[in-house]
């Protein structure tokens, strides 16, 4: 088991593969814990001689910022706010986003600006820890003051509200402190607000995102040279030459993938008796090479965003300030996420058009890669799947970040929506696999009807191992049970 030590350094997208994998455990860093404190102790000096209000520490919340609030009723304030706000409804949350989340709001409070006490950020280490996991909902955030309802429902627990995933059954987060020996958090002037700003929701799903979009492409080039080879395609439109005279960085990638992969094939040299290849073959280093520069630039939006103190208002005890400001305003996010969305939803159109022409009967190869067609229907209908994914792809493409609906008063009068690009997005990422793994599944069955010859050692070393999973196909058989051993071996191969 990794330990992780929360600290005011910056993690990168390696920390969040550990978190996912649910192999580590973490821990605060000296530094952590002072920082934490230190504007804890900051503000609860602040607090004993203002006078003034100060949002969100002793007034009210959004349009009611112009309440003021009594001292003897902030923490009273404080509970009221993490209640009220528990608004979710829709999906639950999938417990590794769940996870991911509380490791980047603890993350994100470690910072100290935010005016929490060392206590609560401990309770949210041990909840992880324990894999003492909130029940969060999928529906609720508008993206704009944070992520306030799926926040709200991940620290409700904190003060014995709401309900947790423990020990494989749903359980009342009363019951789980008690299990525990815990008494409820008693949350002081400004600490609600802390917890529920922030835009850990989308922070959360768009890392996760990332993480697997940074996967899938490589097995987007990978599953597509398969296919080049399969179809007896061009090397041609990989030449370094071309690539240069048009230098995007994912092209140029794309192409040196590419050739380093068909490095060797028998397949690749022999002579063709076709000058060209249909777009999904040629075009590859240009739309695969897309998509990767649009997940790299979408990679370093959720790098600074996964840094960030998100919350507000924010703390500032060597400036002696507390300003309320916007850092939990998801733009970047909402932006980035629809652009992520539409990237990896052409890695999966350019795929099923792949597998479309591998079936359709073209350069030696059988209709539908079978025999005996017609009274066997082949790979016929798993490209009606995919096209299926694709065009729903399409749809949840619809970007999220043009919206903004008036909310609280005319007080939070534009919001970024990246919630919805998030949910959306972790869709699109899911239908891609799918997607990936027809395209996988038709391009294996396809390359045994151009043997003895070979292609490259990878491509003929994955095609191995893939093999000892899913078989050549002589006959009909239910063809869904192959294609999720297809999802399954993408999901757990490292290439």
């Known amino acids: 088991m990794h330990t992780h030590q929360i600290s005011s350094t910056h993690i990168d997208f390696s920390v969040i593969r550990k978190v996912l994998s649910g192999n580590c455990r973490l821990e605060l860093s000296d530094d952590a814990k002072s920082r934490i404190s230190g504007c804890r102790d900051y503000l609860d000096k602040r607090m004993q001689n203002q006078k003034d209000p100060i949002y969100g520490i002793n007034t009210g919340f959004g349009a009611l910022y112009n309440k003021s609030i009594s001292a003897t009723d902030l923490e009273s304030l404080q509970n009221n706010l993490m209640m009220s706000h528990a608004c979710g409804v829709g999906e639950e949350v999938p417990s590794d986003l769940v996870r991911l989340m509380l490791f980047l709001k603890i993350q994100g409070l470690s910072y100290?600006?935010?005016?929490?006490?060392?206590?609560?950020?401990?309770?949210?280490?041990?909840?992880?820890?324990?894999?003492?996991?909130?029940?969060?909902?999928?529906?609720?955030?508008?993206?704009?003051?944070?992520?306030?309802?799926?926040?709200?429902?991940?620290?409700?627990?904190?003060?014995?509200?709401?309900?947790?995933?423990?020990?494989?059954?749903?359980?009342?987060?009363?019951?789980?402190?008690?299990?525990?020996?815990?008494?409820?958090?008693?949350?002081?002037?400004?600490?609600?607000?802390?917890?529920?700003?922030?835009?850990?929701?989308?922070?959360?799903?768009?890392?996760?995102?990332?993480?697997?979009?940074?996967?899938?492409?490589?097995?987007?080039?990978?599953?597509?040279?398969?296919?080049l080879e399969a179809f007896d395609g061009r090397i041609e439109p990989f030449h370094h030459l071309i690539q240069e005279i048009r230098p995007h960085r994912g092209q140029i990638d794309t192409a040196i993938e590419f050739r380093k992969l068909l490095e060797g094939s028998e397949l690749i040299s022999r002579t063709k008796a076709h000058v060209q290849d249909p777009y999904s073959f040629r075009c590859i280093p240009q739309v695969h090479g897309a998509s990767k520069d649009a997940i790299n630039y979408s990679s370093f939006v959720f790098f600074n965003e996964i840094n960030s103190v998100t919350d507000n208002p924010t703390i500032f005890p060597d400036q002696d300030l507390i300003i309320s400001a916007g850092n939990f305003h998801g733009q970047p996010l909402a932006l980035s996420l629809d652009f992520l969305a539409i990237a990896l939803s052409?890695?999966?159109?350019?795929?099923?058009?792949?597998?479309?022409?591998?079936?359709?009967?073209?350069?030696?190869?059988?209709?539908?890669?079978?025999?005996?067609?017609?009274?066997?229907?082949?790979?016929?209908?798993?490209?009606?799947?995919?096209a299926s994914l694709v065009s729903q792809n399409k749809q949840l493409c619809t970007p999220a970040s043009v919206d903004s609906i008036v909310s609280s008063n005319g007080q939070e009068d534009h919001v970024s929506m990246g919630a919805n690009a998030a949910t959306k997005t972790y869709r699109v990422v899911n239908n891609l696999k799918s997607i990936l793994a027809i395209e996988l599944i038709t391009a294996c069955q396809a390359m045994e009807f151009r043997r003895p010859l070979k292609s490259g050692k990878q491509i003929e070393d994955i095609i191995a191992q893939f093999r000892s999973l899913v078989p050549f196909i002589n006959h009909d058989i239910v063809m869904a049970d192959e294609i999720h051993k297809a999802i399954r071996f993408i999901d757990n191969t490292e290439i």
């Open 112 to 227: 100290g600006n935010s005016g929490v006490q060392l206590e609560t950020v401990q309770r949210l280490v041990d909840f992880y820890n324990y894999d003492i996991l909130p029940l969060v909902y999928q529906q609720g955030s508008l993206g704009a003051s944070g992520d306030l309802s799926p926040l709200a429902h991940l620290c409700l627990p904190l003060i014995g509200k709401g309900e947790v995933y423990y020990k494989g059954s749903r359980r009342t987060a009363e019951d789980v402190l008690e299990r525990h020996n815990w008494t409820p958090v008693k949350l002081k002037s400004k600490e609600g607000l802390a917890l529920l700003n922030g835009t850990q929701f989308m922070s959360a799903y768009g890392s996760w995102c990332i993480t697997e979009a940074q996967k899938l492409v490589k097995w987007a080039d990978l599953i597509g040279a398969i296919s």
């Open 346 to 386: 052409e890695l999966g159109n350019i795929s099923e058009r792949r597998t479309y022409q591998l079936i359709s009967g073209q350069r030696g190869l059988p209709s539908f890669l079978v025999s005996e067609a017609g009274l066997n229907s082949g790979f016929m209908i798993p490209q009606y799947t995919a």
